[in-house]
């Protein structure tokens, strides 16, 4: 990667010093120039932050290594901290919490310096906080966002992700953008079906709500023709999609699905049917994947938008070597957001 995706990268680096080595912020920036003069500040306090020991055992925890986005996200995490001299052991999850639970205590026993863990269950965040504490690891949880609340049990745990309401509402500008804003056949109401991720997980929650929101903010009519969960797989997008077509037909006009593997499943069953892409349907995913990209280039996916996996590694990482470093976060100020971008037929080039 590539022009753009080094310019959004510089400017997580930005906000990790902004969240991680300066004044923390629970809040993602509202705009680049505010990231832009939060790092500036973080930059001047990043000189009298701890010196970040370089370094060391560094336990990665994964939900499941079958995920197309969490393999790009780890991949780079790998990169990063083997290039920083860790020494990296990353283990798959299977999708299975207890088993998660029983590599977080291996990694413990054998005497990992600090922790990145993506839960397989938000709902697990007690469970993981509380044994990371007794342990007393530092740790960065990624991915998958527990309450402040929840982090707030222990103050050497940084959370690493992105504002997931952010992507929904981009995806319905996505929509909102489109030359009929999405009314295909002019009947004053935008006819879709949502292809949901995880519904346990936040990320598919507050996607699938403000995706929806967007469009109502906007005065825009919808209608839900279904609403099904996908979780994330490629394989179940392409098989809810295609059931829809079969059973809605014409009446769909927009499929939203809360990320990309599914969007590239969805469109398969779309052209399958004979539908195409920006004539008679559209179609929105979350990630920007390689292969999303490249069928956004080709007018095949109305839009995505990019889920910084470089931006969030720099930053989970950055956060680590700050706890690393004796830093301790405040309850309040443990969660660290990386921003999202919209990505159309306009801009896709410059993340290729
Ligand atoms: C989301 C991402 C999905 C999936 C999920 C796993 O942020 O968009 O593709 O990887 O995380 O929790």
Known sequence: MKKLASIVLAG????????????????????????????????????????????????????????????????????????????????????????????????????????????????????IISTVKDADIPTVLINREPTADQMSAYNKLVYVGCDAAQSGTFQGELILDTANKGDINGDGKVSYIM???????????????????????????????????????????QEIAQNDLAKYGNQIEVVFCNNDDMAIGALQAIEAAGRKVNEDIYLVGVDALDAALNEVANGKMTGTVLNDANGQASQAVACMEELLGGKTFEAGSQSVYVDYVKVTPENVKDFQ
Do not use: H
């Open 195 to 237: 292809i949901q991720g995880d519904p346990e997980n936040i990320d598919a929650q507050l996607r699938t709500e403000y995706s929806v929101k967007a469009l109502k903010d906007a005065g825009v009519e919808v209608e839900q023709l279904d609403l099904q969960r996908g979780d994330w797989d490629r394989n179940k997008g």
């Open 12 to 127: 997580c680096m930005a906000v990790s010093l902004a969240a991680c080595g300066g004044a923390a912020s629970s809040s993602a920036p509202a705009s680049s120039s505010e990231a832009v003069s939060a790092a500036e500040s973080a930059a001047e306090s990043a000189a009298e932050s701890v010196e970040a020991p370089q370094g060391g055992k560094v336990g990665v925890c994964i939900y499941k290594f079958d995920d197309a986005f969490m393999t790009t996200y780890r991949n780079a995490l790998q990169e990063i901290l083997e290039g920083k001299g860790y020494e990296v052991t990353i283990v798959d999850g299977n999708n299975d919490q207890a088993k998660q639970n029983e590599q977080i205590n291996t990694f413990i026993t054998q005497g990992v310096d600090a922790l990145i863990i993506n839960p397989v269950m938000t709902s697990a965040a007690d469970q």
